[in-house]
């Protein structure tokens, strides 16, 4: 009885920590994680990504999933972890931009910009 208590246990885990990923590829998918702090606004899933022809910075630029400017997403674009790591911006032990871990940084503020801006 202990071992399929056990087992249901483990297999829960599982299910839960599959769905921790970037749900860039499904907008609808339930966040496994709490916003970081700082987000200035909350994004409907829907709405989560910034459509890709964006102006860098503008209002429009932001990942409501990591509430960071989509621009500099590393967690939903990987293509820019090179960069990050090339100007020393880069905290190992988080696997994020260092200017985005707030583990390390508990008092950084990342703000969206203002609509219009």
């Known amino acids: 009885m202990k071992i399929r208590s056990l087992s249901l246990v ?4 599982g299910l839960g920590l599959g769905g921790a990923a970037c749900s860039k590829e499904t907008p609808s998918a339930a966040k496994a994680t709490p916003e970081p702090q700082g987000a200035a606004e909350q ?16 209002h429009e630029d932001w990942c409501g999933e990591h ?9 939903c674009n990987p293509e820019l972890i090179p960069a990050f790591k090339a100007t020393g911006d880069w905290c190992a032990e988080h696997g994020l931009p260092e200017s985005q871990c707030l583990k390390c940084n508990p008092d950084l503020k990342i703000v969206r910009p203002p609509k219009g801006s």
């Not at 483990?10 to 885990?13: D, H, Q, S």
């Not at 994004?43 to 503008?58: N, R, T």
Request: net charge neutral; aromatic share 0%.
């Open 67 to 75: 509430a960071v400017p989509e621009s500099q997403c590393s967690r």
């Open 43 to 58: 994004a409907p899933a829907s709405a989560a990504h910034a459509p890709s022809d964006v102006k860098p910075g503008s």
């Open 10 to 13: 483990i297999c829960a885990l």
